[in-house]
């Protein structure tokens, strides 16, 4: 059994900074690549960073340049550091991670809670 528990977020005043985490737990054997989704409402889900087990990243365009997406590979936790947060980065930010269980199942989509961060204008 693996769990994925987020923590972080909130609310914040445009051009403020905000951290997220996703931490798993549970029978991990290894864990690959470690995704930031979100999804605002009326919106569909996208893909916000990522960041695979050799520490390669990716962004996307929103958020290139003012999010910073990074990873403790011995605390099996993902991180988002968030600046100069705007208005339009308001969602529910979700984590993805794939992982190897403990037993050799390969998961290569588990989801955390959701985390909402909401920026005032």
Do not use: H
């Given at each position: 059994q693996?769990q ?14 905000l951290r ?19 999804q ?29 997406i990074?990873?403790?590979n011995?605390?099996?936790?993902v991180?988002l ?15 993805n ?6 037993a050799?199942?390969?998961?290569p ?8 961060v909401?920026?005032s204008?």
């Amino acid at each position: 059994q693996v769990q994925l528990t987020q923590s972080g977020g909130g609310l914040v005043q445009a051009g403020g900074s905000l951290r997220i985490s996703c931490a798993a737990s549970g029978s991990i054997f290894s864990i690959g690549v470690m995704v930031w989704y979100r999804q605002a409402p009326g919106k569909e889900r996208e893909l916000v960073a990522e960041i695979t087990s050799g520490g390669r990243t990716n962004y996307a365009v929103s958020g290139k340049g003012r999010f910073t997406i990074s990873r403790d590979n011995a605390k099996n936790t993902v991180y988002l550091q968030m600046n100069s947060l705007k208005p339009e980065d308001t969602a529910m930010y979700y984590c993805n991670v794939a992982m190897t269980t403990s037993a050799g199942k390969y998961v290569p989509n588990s989801w955390g809670q959701g985390t909402q961060v909401t920026v005032s204008s």
